[in-house]
Nanobody, 117 residues
Framework: QVRLVESGGGLVQAGGSLRLSCAAS?????MGWFRQAPGKEREFVAA????????SYADPVKGRFTISRDNAKNMMYLQMNSLKPEDTAVYYC?????????????WGQGTQVTVSS
């Protein structure tokens, strides 16, 4: 059974940093992060394919967030710097066989990130 478990969310002041982690039960070519704010649709944040040679970021997080993977540990990370109140959302880990900004086979339960102003 595929399992993705996020951790690392929390409450942080604007301008601060958080590092999210995603523990996967297996190895997948593509892994990504998405987020959903209250009253809004889920949106793409970042994704990485393979060993990290291919990455993709949503425009609002470029230059502030960095996605990384440790394939030996089946882990994925999202380093979030210069956080803004508009980054507040539930962040989800996703995994699958194709690098995508929308469609993944497996999803985690999410971790809450709250950025106070």
């Amino acid at each position: 059974q595929v399992r993705l478990v996020e951790s690392g969310g929390g409450l942080v002041q604007a301008g601060g940093s958080l590092r999210l982690s995603c523990a996967a039960s297996g190895r997948y070519y593509a892994m990504g992060w998405f987020r959903q704010a209250p009253g809004k649709e889920r949106e793409f944040v970042a994704a990485m394919g393979g060993s990290g040679s291919r990455t993709s970021y949503a425009d609002p997080v470029k230059g502030r967030f960095t996605i990384s993977r440790d394939n030996a540990k089946n882990m994925m990370y999202l380093q979030m710097n210069s956080l803004k109140p508009e980054d507040t959302a539930v962040y989800y880990c996703a995994a699958g066989g194709i690098l995508s900004r929308s469609s993944y086979d497996y999803w985690g339960q999410g971790t809450q990130v709250t950025v106070s102003s």
